[in-house]
């Protein structure tokens, strides 16, 4: 066989094998049954019950001791340790978790968060547990915020990504119910399992590889599992030419697979059949459109990445986040009109790809310098931003995974906030607060513009001279967002994944900043809840 066949051979099987890959459908395994409010039908059923304890220690086990009618208890059991303590209690046919906080720990919202979050990872792990575990939640701070945190975190560190693993069994895994005697935190807690539920799908979806999620099988997948009142249309390959999003075309001339846009609307006085007036929506000017980075793989393309490369799976999180927070947004009715845009790529190495040098017409009509290829989502992202002129919008958020630099500023535990509004960039951060999530703000001065100009083109994408990549990234697209609109730009490089096993959380996705955005768009028009 001659090397001009051979090749047609190849690229006819890469072809086929892409249609094969395109053909998948994806399917997470789902937890959503197995956390509920405690129904008392159960209570005989249970091998394993849960108390966290902040105070009162002997008086509270001792009403514990009651309630299971335990005829005696170690004096150990009874005394309040210095630092956080787990006692654990076994009976005839149960056990008893203690979580005890210690003299030197403050019984508030953040070290419940955090305690929480231990218990839900050491129950997962757990594994005499028995099929059924009982949380209880009447001896902690009463306020909303404190019930709703603990739920989430222990929801959240409960989850292990198990999908791929073939000796691991659903029917092992225990139900969790939270026991509340008050009925109104009933309704919270169901709503906090919702939320964690949602976060925890978008962990999986970024845990997937790149072989079995691409552009093709995840938007179908968000296209089968979005709520029927959230709108869906997809761009692919055809429509993006015609319309000329050239950038996004160009990050993706590489791969197999085709590029899409996948565009989620949701306008709550449409969907609930009123006509929508001016004092109704959630601003005046127009809609919020909220940009996510859909990056599938990033090799770097021909400005390779160095080393390893298996966690850039995680390059499309920003999307992941996107679609959760329409989620979110479209199951709770929150009030206002929002688009999430998608942008789905590959960054590969081929024939096809771009290279550094390449000038590039975007969907603006401006025209950019590439650099470097490995600055890729800053150009999906702009392209996004321009898309969203359409919408005329009053705000637009990025969230992408977009520079290393964010990841060694912080080690990785804040995301990083630069913004055109003080009033929303100091709400966006309470609401990290709320959600126990750190954001740190940078400035946005308008000398740093003058790095995104280019000698050949209108705007070059990665500025060499400049040592402060994250603001410059930043600033490039700046230079694409909509006339008259806000801006919030959030790099999560570092917090999107947690990168060993610690004591609150499996490693793997965090789906961290979601909920920060979604407590921040379902208060818009009103102040946040008070950090209790």
């Given at each position: 066989m001659d090397l001009i066949s051979s090749k047609k051979k190849l690229s006819k099987q890469s072809k086929q094998q892409s249609k094969q890959q395109s053909k998948q459908q994806i399917k997470l395994n789902s937890l959503k049954n197995y956390f509920e409010v405690s129904n008392k039908n159960i209570l005989t059923k249970v091998k394993t019950y849960v108390y966290v304890i902040c105070h009162d220690v002997s008086k509270q086990i001792k009403n514990i001791q009651n309630a299971h009618k335990i005829k005696s208890i170690p004096k150990t059991f009874l005394k309040?340790?210095?630092?956080?303590?787990?006692?654990?209690?076994?009976?005839?046919?149960?056990?008893?978790?203690?979580?005890?906080?210690?003299?030197?720990?403050?019984?508030?919202?953040?070290?419940?968060?955090?305690?929480?979050?231990?218990?839900?990872?050491?129950?997962?792990d757990l594994e005499n547990s028995g099929k059924y575990v009982i949380v209880n939640l009447n001896n902690q701070n009463e306020d909303s915020l404190s019930i709703r945190n603990s739920v989430i975190s222990y929801v959240l560190g409960f989850y292990r990504f198990i999908d791929l693993k073939t000796d691991?069994?659903?029917?092992?895994?225990p139900k969790t119910y939270f026991y509340t005697s008050k009925i109104k935190n009933k309704l919270i807690i169901k709503?906090?399992?919702?939320?964690?539920?949602?976060?925890?799908?978008?962990?999986?979806?970024?845990?997937?590889?790149?072989?079995?999620?691409?552009?093709?099988?995840?938007?179908?997948?968000?296209?089968?599992?979005?709520?029927?009142?959230?709108?869906?249309?997809?761009?692919?390959?055809?429509?993006?030419?015609?319309?000329g999003f050239n950038l996004i075309l160009a990050v993706n001339a590489g791969s197999k697979f085709e590029a899409k846009m996948v565009?989620?609307?949701?306008?709550?006085?449409?969907?609930?059949?009123?006509?929508?007036?001016?004092?109704?929506?959630?601003?005046?000017?127009?809609?919020?459109?909220?940009?996510?980075?859909?990056?599938?793989?990033?090799?770097?393309?021909?400005?390779?990445?160095?080393?390893d490369m298996s966690d850039m799976?995680?390059?499309?999180?920003?999307?992941?986040?996107?679609?959760?927070?329409?989620?979110?947004?479209?199951?709770?009715?929150?009030?206002?009109?929002?688009?999430?845009?998608?942008?789905?790529?590959?960054?590969?190495?081929s024939s096809k790809s771009i290279r550094p040098g390449d000038v590039v017409k975007s969907y603006s009509g401006k025209t950019v310098e590439i650099v470097d290829t490995d600055a890729e989502g800053r150009l999906i992202i702009a392209e996004s931003m321009s898309y969203a002129e359409k919408w005329k919008p009053s705000l637009c958020i990025d969230i992408a995974t977009l520079t290393g630099q964010a990841v060694t500023l912080f080690d990785g535990k804040s995301s990083i906030l630069i913004g055109t509004n003080n009033t929303m960039n100091q709400k966006m951060i309470q609401s990290g607060i709320v959600n126990q999530e750190k954001i740190w703000e940078l400035p946005m001065w308008e000398?740093?513009?003058?790095?995104?100009?280019?000698?050949?083109?209108?705007?070059?994408?990665?500025?060499?001279?400049?040592?402060?990549?994250?603001?410059?990234?930043?600033?490039?697209?700046?230079?694409?967002?909509?006339?008259?609109?806000?801006?919030?730009?959030l790099d999560i490089a570092g917090v999107e994944e947690v990168r060993y096993d610690y004591e609150t959380r499996h490693n793997g996705a965090s789906g961290e900043i979601l909920r920060t955005l979604y407590t921040f768009l379902s208060h818009l028009r009103k102040p946040i809840y008070a950090n209790k």
């Open positions: 309040t340790p210095e630092s956080d303590d787990i006692r654990t209690l076994y009976l005839d046919d149960s056990q008893i978790i203690f979580y005890i906080i210690g003299k030197t720990q403050r019984c508030d919202v953040e070290h419940l968060y955090y305690s929480y979050g231990i218990v839900g990872k050491m129950i997962s691991v069994s659903m029917e092992k895994i709503s906090a399992i919702e939320e964690a539920l949602i976060q925890n799908e978008v962990r999986s979806l970024v845990n997937l590889p790149a072989n079995i999620l691409n552009t093709e099988t995840y938007s179908k997948y968000i296209q089968i599992n979005i709520p029927s009142n959230l709108k869906c249309k997809i761009m692919n390959e055809k429509d993006l030419k015609k319309h565009v989620l609307e949701y306008n709550s006085n449409k969907s609930s059949g009123k006509k929508e007036k001016r004092s109704e929506k959630i601003s005046e000017k127009g809609p919020v459109v909220i940009v996510g980075k859909g990056v599938m793989f990033d090799s770097g393309g021909y400005s390779i990445k160095i080393g799976k995680y390059d499309m999180t920003g999307s992941a986040i996107v679609y959760g927070l329409m989620k979110m947004i479209a199951e709770s009715k929150v009030e206002g009109h929002f688009i999430g845009l998608l942008p789905l790529v590959e960054n590969m190495v000398s740093y513009l003058q790095y995104t100009k280019s000698n050949i083109a209108d705007y070059k994408s990665y500025p060499l001279e400049s040592k402060g990549q994250i603001i410059s990234a930043a600033a490039f697209i700046y230079n694409f967002v909509p006339k008259g609109s806000e801006w919030i730009h």
